[in-house]
């Protein structure tokens, strides 16, 4: 007992120090583009209230996680990440942890039971309540879960340098591809007006952005008001001054003819398309849930190469759903030499509780996960090279992004395929459209000169 009180005139006096007002805050982003729109949404508003944004983490009175649930690995890397922070909470009682999006919306109030120092927990339809939460306003509480409460025209733009940026054209999805959480916890579908996307792009312009990557988690499905994807993209290139305009992501089984038109007509929307095709076999594919054929997806391939000059094409791809067999496997192999994307995103199946496939048997033993994924990712990567080589001795237009992250005697520039360039310059003119020969390329990179130097010379 002595011991104790001893102790406690060493101790700060918590009942103080957890009342310190919170002043300042670090968000940090895990995920997607669209959890990178939202964090940026919600650093506004909390700027708007009167709170700080600082650098580093150690420095907030309030640490914000924006979470994603789409693998088990992006969950696990979050609470490693609250693990860290329980030990700044021992020596800094007053701060606040909230975390909130994709997984704070899968676990709910269960989060809190797991790591007690959480103090909120905001569900992806409530993240934009936070500043209301910590100053306990009425009618609010340390978690929120419930969907129906979003208001969508509150979401920002966002920067992603200053020369480019996303705007989030719809949120949630529809389609429940079995292995998918996105719809269990982003909610049903909601597209927003024609006018909010165009006054978006526009706000981005005055700012100086050149280009612009519309999000939606299928893009092809957005409607409003009798205005479809096709007739977005028109309206986005005619009715304001952005240069370049990419999208991103375009399901098969709603990707139009007249959005094939709409690539090959408009010149500021870039040939590069992002089209999952998630499996090879039609087996597989109908018990994910995708609602297309690889017949189908081959036929929207050949219709893009045939109608446009060229075109950049990536992918999705998942080893080892369940019940996926050899040869089911077999045929995602073949599709992927046959189709020869530019590159692609591999994953091994996560079982995600509460979506369809969960109650599937996982069947394909990790270790058979991991050797198809690393087989897989072999293939792509030499595919990639070969693609990248074609590039070798065309000229690109490339948007000057910034300086190499490797050196800054080299220039970072994004072709209209969305492919990085790197070109040796010591002053690179940020944010301005270059040609460039491409002279090399490896299967990630591309490196280029400018041609009007090579003129010159
Ligand atoms: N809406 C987009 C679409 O339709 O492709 C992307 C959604 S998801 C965030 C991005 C990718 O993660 C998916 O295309 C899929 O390949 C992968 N993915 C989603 N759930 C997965 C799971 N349970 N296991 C492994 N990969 C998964
Ligand atoms: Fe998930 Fe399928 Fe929706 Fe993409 S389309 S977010 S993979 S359910």
């Known amino acids: 007992m002595r011991n104790r009180q001893t102790a406690d005139l060493y101790l700060p006096r918590p009942i103080l120090m957890t009342e310190r007002r919170?002043?300042?805050?670090?968000?940090?982003?895990?995920?997607?583009?669209?959890?990178?729109?939202?964090?940026?949404?919600?650093?506004?508003?909390?700027?708007?209230?009167?709170?700080?944004?600082?650098?580093?983490?150690?420095?907030?009175?309030?640490?914000?996680?924006?979470?994603?649930?789409?693998?088990?690995?992006?969950?696990?890397?979050?609470?490693?990440?609250?693990?860290?922070l329980s030990h700044l909470k021992k020596h800094k009682p007053w701060i606040r942890i909230a975390v909130v999006g994709c997984m704070a919306q899968r676990w709910g109030s269960d989060l809190i039971k797991q790591v007690p120092h959480v103090d909120y927990v905001l569900g992806t339809h409530r993240v934009f309540e936070l500043p209301d939460v910590i100053e306990g306003r009425e009618g609010t509480s340390p978690v929120m879960t419930a969907f129906g409460h979003e208001n969508i025209d509150l979401i920002q733009p966002v920067k992603e340098t200053?020369?480019?940026?996303?705007?989030?054209?719809?949120?949630?999805?529809?389609?429940?591809?079995?292995?998918?959480?996105?719809?269990?916890?982003?909610?049903?579908?909601?597209?927003?007006?024609?006018?909010?996307?165009?006054?978006?792009?526009?706000?981005?312009?005055?700012e100086g952005v050149v280009e612009v990557m519309l999000l939606g988690q299928n893009v092809n499905s957005y409607r409003y008001s009798g205005t479809d994807f096709p007739g977005l993209l028109q309206r986005v290139a005619r009715e304001t001054d952005i240069k370049r305009i990419r999208f991103m992501t375009s399901h098969p089984k709603d990707l139009s003819d007249r959005l094939i038109e709409v690539l090959a007509e408009e010149p500021k929307v870039m040939p590069h398309l992002h089209l999952p095709l998630q499996a090879g076999s039609d087996s597989v594919l109908e018990r994910m849930g995708r609602k297309y054929t690889l017949v189908h997806y081959l036929k929207i391939v050949d219709s893009l190469r045939n109608k446009l000059d060229y075109l950049s094409l990536t992918t999705d791809l998942i080893v080892g759903?369940?019940?996926?067999?050899?040869?089911?496997?077999?045929?995602?192999?073949?599709?992927?030499?046959?189709?020869?994307?530019?590159?692609?995103?591999?994953?091994?199946?996560?079982?995600?509780?509460?979506?369809?496939?969960?109650?599937?048997?996982?069947?394909?033993?990790?270790?058979?996960?991991?050797?198809?994924?690393?087989?897989?990712?072999?293939?792509?990567?030499?595919?990639?090279?070969?693609?990248?080589?074609?590039?070798?001795g065309q000229i690109r237009h490339a948007l000057i992004e910034g300086y190499s992250r490797r050196s800054d005697q080299f220039a970072r520039a994004r072709t209209e395929g969305n492919k990085t360039v790197l070109f040796r310059t010591e002053t690179p003119a940020i944010g301005k459209i270059m040609p460039l020969r491409i002279t090399t390329a490896d299967a990630f990179t591309l490196h280029g000169e400018p041609v009007e130097e090579l003129t010159h010379a």
Request: include cysteine; charge should be neutral; aromatic fraction near 8%.
């Open 162 to 206: 200053p020369y480019s940026g996303f705007v989030t054209i719809s949120r949630g999805c529809d389609n429940f591809c079995t292995y998918c959480i996105v719809p269990h916890v982003r909610g049903r579908e909601q597209s927003h007006s024609v006018a909010h996307v165009v006054d978006a792009v526009c706000r981005m312009v005055a």
């Open 321 to 392: 759903f369940p019940g996926e067999t050899r040869d089911d496997y077999q045929m995602t192999l073949d599709a992927v030499r046959s189709i020869q994307f530019d590159s692609a995103f591999m994953f091994r199946y996560s079982v995600r509780p509460g979506t369809k496939a969960a109650g599937l048997i996982d069947d394909v033993p990790e270790t058979e996960k991991i050797a198809r994924l690393n087989q897989l990712i072999d293939l792509q990567q030499a595919i990639s090279y070969d693609r990248n080589q074609r590039e070798v």
């Open 22 to 84: 919170i002043q300042t805050f670090h968000v940090t982003t895990f995920g997607c583009q669209m959890n990178l729109a939202d964090s940026s949404t919600l650093v506004s508003s909390l700027v708007t209230r009167g709170f700080r944004r600082v650098e580093k983490t150690a420095d907030a009175d309030l640490i914000v996680l924006n979470t994603c649930s789409v693998r088990e690995k992006a969950e696990q890397r979050v609470i490693g990440r609250l693990g860290e």
